[in-house]
């Protein structure tokens, strides 16, 4: 066997353990085998000449990250890949935060204050409770609030005087 074909066969060697390394929970074992191809492979382009081992210490050096990125590119969409990682979150209508759009219609609304804003609390406007920003420091709970500005989710309120 030539040095030539032995390299290319422990690097095609050391790309196979590294994605195996991925999918099948080892301890490290297949990574240390994974090392020793590339090891082996570099010392084979040396055996050719000195400008081929160099030649194969940057291949070694591309190969490795190249690998990894492939195999975490492919992980996700494997039957095992979607079993060991999480789906992203669902999105329910009606949870926490309201989008930006409704928001933009509560601007001008009167609500009551639920829990203290201190300044960041509760109000309920209309059956709907948000969270508030007030204004200027604190506001009692019970107190009336009128929405004066939309900034992205966030409501901010001031406090309206009862004149009686």
């Not at 060697?13 to 090392?35: D, K, R």
């Not at 194969?56 to 990250?65: H, Q, R, T």
């Not at 060991?84 to 926490?96: F, K």
Request: with cysteine.
């Amino acid at each position: 066997m030539s040095w030539f074909l032995l390299a290319c066969v422990l690097y095609l060697a050391c790309a196979i353990l590294i994605i195996a390394e991925v999918f099948i929970p080892s301890g490290g074992l297949i990574s240390v085998l994974a090392i020793i191809c590339v090891i082996g492979g570099v010392i084979a382009c040396f055996h050719i000449n000195t400008f081929v081992g160099f030649l194969g210490i940057i291949v070694a050096i591309i190969m490795i990250p190249g690998a990894l990125y492939l195999t975490y590119r492919i992980l996700p969409n494997t039957r095992f890949g979607k079993s060991v990682t999480l789906a992203p979150p669902e999105r329910q209508e009606g949870d926490a935060v309201p989008d930006t759009s409704e928001l933009k219609e509560m601007l001008g609304e009167i609500g009551i204050v639920i829990s203290p804003l201190r300044p960041v609390g509760m109000c309920n406007f209309s059956g709907q409770r948000l969270e508030c920003v007030a204004e200027s420091g604190y506001v009692d709970k019970g107190k009336k609030i009128k929405v004066i500005k939309i900034e992205s989710t966030q409501l901010t309120v001031r406090l309206i005087e009862d004149i009686s």
